[in-house]
């Protein structure tokens, strides 16, 4: 399969700051890639690049194969992007923004009616054609969001934080959506996200920390890396739990307040240290490998734990 994004060690700086940092991948056609990483990491930086909203300062990308240093307005076209802000005109109603948006493409007359017909359909917001933005909820303005990238018939979509501000049932409800969409339109998806749920549903993964791609393959095949399952302890004394388990030469990680002893292949370890260690903790839990315990094994901290902001 023909590849649709292919990104060839891109750096990228912001002064003395060093944003991205020798990044490489690629993006199937017709797949569904997502850029996982904490806020800072580089994440918006590159999509940003990948849209032409950034300069391309160092490597070279090709999309839906352009090349984006000399044919960035050739990639335009080929291109839809829906950023963590919305951009529809709460005042408008639903057909009238996206009547406009198909505007905006050339679209007129009645190519745009039906096209405007037909991603309401796919997105399921038929019925809400007359109803104005600002009376959807947020689940509900996200589709109207992707039903007006659709319009002009992208080859690729760029989605930046797409779940920000929804509920559990409505971010599920937004990814069927998008699996719905890409089977039937064939497009490329491309999400950046700091959810583990949502990182889990993609074909492949790209994990940017501090700028670097430290991790890149299938959800599967990330989680595999970390081994066995995984041990997590809450202990009442971190301090004092932590040189018991130095004396008794147990191997094990501080993430935050919390001990983690990883690649546990067997139940016995837990059965021991519930028996030997109960009055110190206030919880212990054995779970299978997440792409949680495989960023905490990659970076030695949980993702939620850096907020700082690029």
């Not at 501090?210 to 066995?228: D, F, K």
Request: with cysteine; hydrophobic share 40%.
């Amino acid at each position: 399969m023909s590849a649709a994004i292919v990104v060839t060690s891109v750096s990228h700086r912001y002064g003395e700051r060093l944003a991205l940092n020798d990044v490489s991948f690629d993006v199937a056609q017709g797949e569904i890639f997502g850029l996982l990483g904490p806020n800072g990491g580089g994440k918006s930086t590159l999509l940003k690049i990948l849209s032409t909203l950034l300069p391309l300062q160092t490597g070279s990308i090709q999309l839906a194969g352009f090349d984006l240093a000399s044919q960035a307005d050739a990639i335009r076209h080929t291109l839809a992007v829906t950023f963590q802000h919305p951009s529809l005109d709460i005042k408008l109603t639903v057909g009238e923004n996206l009547r406009h948006q198909g505007h905006l493409y050339g679209l007129s007359g009645q190519i745009l009616t039906t096209r405007i017909q037909k991603v309401m359909s796919q997105l399921n917001i038929a019925d809400r054609e007359r109803d104005y933005a600002e009376t959807l909820s947020g689940g509900l303005k996200r589709r109207v969001e992707i039903a007006k990238c659709l319009l002009h018939n992208p080859a690729i979509l760029l989605l930046d934080e797409p779940s920000t501000g929804l509920d559990p049932a409505a971010r599920n409800d937004l990814w069927n959506v998008l699996s719905e969409v890409r089977q039937e339109e064939n497009v490329t998806v491309l999400v950046t996200t700091h959810l583990m749920e949502e990182a889990d549903r993609c074909d492949r993964l790209g994990i940017l920390d501090h700028g670097q791609l430290i991790a890149l393959g299938a959800p599967s095949e990330i989680r595999s890396t970390v081994g066995g399952n995984s041990i997590t302890i809450d202990p009442l004394d971190i301090l004092q739990l932590s040189s018991e388990f130095e004396q008794q030469n147990i191997a094990f990680r501080q993430v935050g307040g919390e001990i983690r002893i990883e690649d546990v292949q067997s139940t016995t370890e837990l059965t021991r240290l519930i028996d030997t260690y109960s009055q110190q903790f206030r919880s212990i839990t054995l779970g299978k490998p997440s792409l949680e315990d495989a960023f905490i094994k990659l970076t030695g901290r949980r993702i939620s734990e850096d907020t700082t902001d690029a």
